[in-house]
């Protein structure tokens, strides 16, 4: 499909440490061959820290496994930009079979909490709910949690030799809980987190990228919970860095956008984020062709499981496991094959 920006990227989740090969493959025969030039890497906690190794998480790539991945990149002009949620999904449960993701819920459940919260459990907006719903929050005005951040941070950065940072940031249901939160709105708690974060960043020279469904209103949009806020973050738009990239991803089929225009009246750059289905991709982008004020960065397709598994589905047309595996691959054909 024929785009009209400058962009055409990706998300990928971090492989398996057993399937790094298989992605730079796919990278160097796949997607540099059709013009990608951003992927995003769903990292999390899944890297063999060096100075907070107790944050580690599930099947954690090493060094040696990030360079093979900044390599192909570099070989073909890819920008790599590491992503870890820094907000909520900080919980959730493992994909069947474990792939290493975690995946939210529809129901209070004891869940398994992600690197950061399994070493420091103080941190988390609820350290005391044994059962939550969907994903747990980090406590952003914890003094230790920017200390800790900005190191994890930090150390990624340098080994992915990257010039920006995507901080994840979407889905968030628990804000605002703890007592020293409630003495801020839930705007001003969230403007304040982006922006720390943005700033240690620039003092890297490095961008943020962030999802932007924390700065839409469900009701006013009509995108519901998931997709925008019913938790009044929204009014964060007005009070964030206006150098920041908002990630603007909509899965559902839809005739009209609105986030698009108000990413534009916001005076914030974005991408445009579609996911498996087809002609709701084709929605959405067409949407944005005619609502662009110059504001629009490209495309960043999203993908939300396991990349080996995709690249060995597309390179070798290996039965995938996920259901959704097959659709999914048409879709990203269509959308990166001219």
Not at 69 to 87: A, D, E, F, S, Y
Not at 111 to 116: A, H, Q, S, T
Not at 297 to 306: C, P, V
């Amino acid at each position: 499909m024929k785009m009209p920006w400058k962009t055409k990227g990706i998300v990928l989740t971090a492989p398996l440490t057993k399937e790094v090969d298989d992605v730079v493959e796919f990278i160097d025969k796949y997607l540099a061959p059709n013009g990608c030039n951003l992927i995003v890497m769903q990292i999390r906690y899944r890297y063999q820290f060096k100075l907070h190794p107790e944050c580690q998480g599930y099947d954690p790539l090493s060094y040696e496994d990030v360079k093979k991945l900044v390599n192909v990149c570099k070989k073909h002009n890819i920008r790599l930009v590491p992503k870890m949620n820094l907000h909520g999904h900080q919980s959730g449960l493992h994909n069947t079979p474990t792939d290493g993701i975690l995946h939210g819920h529809g129901e209070a459940i004891p869940d398994f909490r992600d690197g950061l919260l399994r070493a420091y459990p103080e941190l988390d907006e609820m350290p005391n709910e044994k059962a939550v719903f969907y994903s747990r929050s980090l406590c952003m005005t914890n003094p230790l949690v920017k200390m800790i951040v900005f190191d994890l941070m930090d150390e990624l950065l340098e080994v992915f030799e990257a010039n920006a940072m995507h901080i994840g940031c979407d889905e968030v249901f628990h804000i605002g809980l703890c007592d020293e939160c409630k003495k801020y709105s839930n705007a001003e708690l969230l403007a304040n987190w982006v922006n720390a974060l943005h700033d240690h960043l620039k003092e890297k020279g490095a961008e943020l990228m962030m999802w932007g469904d924390r700065f839409l209103n469900a009701e006013e949009t009509g995108f519901g919970g998931y997709e925008a806020s019913n938790n009044n973050t929204e009014d964060a738009i007005n009070m964030v860095s206006k150098d920041i990239i908002v990630c603007d991803w909509h899965y559902e089929k839809l005739t009209e956008f609105p986030s698009v225009d108000i990413f534009a009246k916001a005076n914030l750059r974005m991408f445009v984020c579609p996911m498996r289905v087809k002609q709701n991709a084709i929605n959405f982008i067409e949407y944005a062709k005619k609502h662009d004020k110059g504001h629009i960065e490209g495309l960043l397709m999203t993908t939300w499981f396991g990349s080996g598994e995709l690249s060995r589905h597309i390179l070798y047309n290996e039965e995938p496991k996920w259901k959704h595996t097959k659709e999914l691959s048409e879709t990203l054909r269509f959308l990166f094959e001219d």
